[in-house]
């Protein structure tokens, strides 16, 4: 693996902060990462960020294919030269945001596994979408900043309990892969990385749109985290009269004066279920 410092310094380009672009530098965590993700040559990757390929070379040399979608486009020649340069045939590289992308666009006959050390300016939301298209994945490697995946492993009752952990706990079990120091990469962050493995749950049943209304509970729960929940879930965007809250949280069985953050995933999904029967 050439040294991202050097790749970057012969094509004239820098590294850009606003995509989050902090680079593997030490071949050892790229490999130990790529192990850690057990792919093998039946598996379709789908990684974020390929930028110079420090995940993406060693993934395809055990996978069946990888998909890597990068927005910058200054570094697409720079990865398909070293790609050429190694003889590799089996990567695809978008050029694009992945926010913007169809997962089921790029799923071929299997479901993915999805990896990527994620530009941590939008980690969040990538974590989002990737659990709104969790149909086409099987399961997601990703590195966050250590804060973040420390908020996403969050239970309720603590500070660090969020949106994020309440959403990302209800489509898939969490499990801590691996910490990285500020050493392996370039340039260094000032922070600690951490990756998590998502293995998505498939919905429960087929009704998209109870989904999307324990979504937008959950937002609108946490927008006000400090209020009661009697106040957060009323009016604003989800636009409920006090007495149909009252009512719904007192068919789940759920204190009125209680917030966001002491409520479980189970106790949100109780709470949308009574919300769906209170409307009749
Ligand atoms: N995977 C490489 C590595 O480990 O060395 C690069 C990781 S770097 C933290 C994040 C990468 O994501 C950069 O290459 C950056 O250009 C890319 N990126 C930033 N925003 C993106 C977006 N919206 N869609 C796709 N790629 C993005």
């Given at each position: 693996m050439t040294h991202p410092g050097q790749l970057l310094k012969q094509a004239g380009l820098y590294a850009g902060k606003e995509l989050g672009q902090n680079f593997l530098s030490n071949p050892g965590t790229a490999r130990m990462i790529v192990e850690k993700t057990g792919i093998s040559e039946d598996t379709h990757v789908l990684e974020i960020g390929p930028g110079l390929g420090a995940l993406t070379l060693p993934m395809a040399k055990k996978a069946l294919h990888v998909t890597a979608v990068e927005k910058?486009?200054?570094?697409i020649p720079i990865l398909m030269e070293e790609i050429a340069g190694q003889g590799i045939k089996n990567i695809d590289i978008i050029h694009g945001d992945v926010l913007k992308i169809h997962i089921k666009d790029i799923l071929k006959d299997k479901k993915l596994v999805v990896i990527g050390n994620l530009p941590y300016n939008i980690s969040s939301q990538i974590l989002i979408k990737l659990v709104e298209e969790r149909k086409y994945i099987e399961k997601a490697f990703l590195m966050f900043q250590t804060e973040l995946a420390t908020r996403i492993l969050a239970l309720p009752g603590g500070r660090e309990y969020s949106r994020l952990s309440a959403v990302s706990q209800y489509a898939a079990r969490i499990s801590f892969v691996a910490q990285i120091g500020?050493?392996?990469?370039?340039?260094?962050?000032?922070v600690n990385s951490t990756i998590l493995q998502f293995q998505f749950f498939q919905p429960e049943d087929n009704d998209e749109s109870l989904e999307k209304l324990l979504f937008d509970v959950i937002k609108a729960a946490f927008s006000k985290r400090r209020k009661s929940l009697k106040n957060s879930m009323t009016g604003g965007e989800l636009g409920y009269q006090k007495d149909f809250v009252l009512h719904a949280l007192a068919l789940a069985g759920?204190?009125?004066?209680?917030?966001?953050?002491?409520?479980?995933v189970e106790e949100f999904n109780s709470l949308v279920r009574a919300i769906r029967e209170t409307s009749g």
């Amino acid at each position: 693996m050439t040294h991202p410092g050097q790749l970057l310094k012969q094509a004239g380009l820098y590294a850009g902060k606003e995509l989050g672009q902090n680079f593997l530098s030490n071949p050892g965590t790229a490999r130990m990462i790529v192990e850690k993700t057990g792919i093998s040559e039946d598996t379709h990757v789908l990684e974020i960020g390929p930028g110079l390929g420090a995940l993406t070379l060693p993934m395809a040399k055990k996978a069946l294919h990888v998909t890597a979608v990068e927005k910058d486009g200054r570094l697409i020649p720079i990865l398909m030269e070293e790609i050429a340069g190694q003889g590799i045939k089996n990567i695809d590289i978008i050029h694009g945001d992945v926010l913007k992308i169809h997962i089921k666009d790029i799923l071929k006959d299997k479901k993915l596994v999805v990896i990527g050390n994620l530009p941590y300016n939008i980690s969040s939301q990538i974590l989002i979408k990737l659990v709104e298209e969790r149909k086409y994945i099987e399961k997601a490697f990703l590195m966050f900043q250590t804060e973040l995946a420390t908020r996403i492993l969050a239970l309720p009752g603590g500070r660090e309990y969020s949106r994020l952990s309440a959403v990302s706990q209800y489509a898939a079990r969490i499990s801590f892969v691996a910490q990285i120091g500020p050493a392996s990469f370039f340039p260094s962050p000032d922070v600690n990385s951490t990756i998590l493995q998502f293995q998505f749950f498939q919905p429960e049943d087929n009704d998209e749109s109870l989904e999307k209304l324990l979504f937008d509970v959950i937002k609108a729960a946490f927008s006000k985290r400090r209020k009661s929940l009697k106040n957060s879930m009323t009016g604003g965007e989800l636009g409920y009269q006090k007495d149909f809250v009252l009512h719904a949280l007192a068919l789940a069985g759920i204190e009125p004066q209680r917030r966001a953050e002491t409520l479980s995933v189970e106790e949100f999904n109780s709470l949308v279920r009574a919300i769906r029967e209170t409307s009749g």
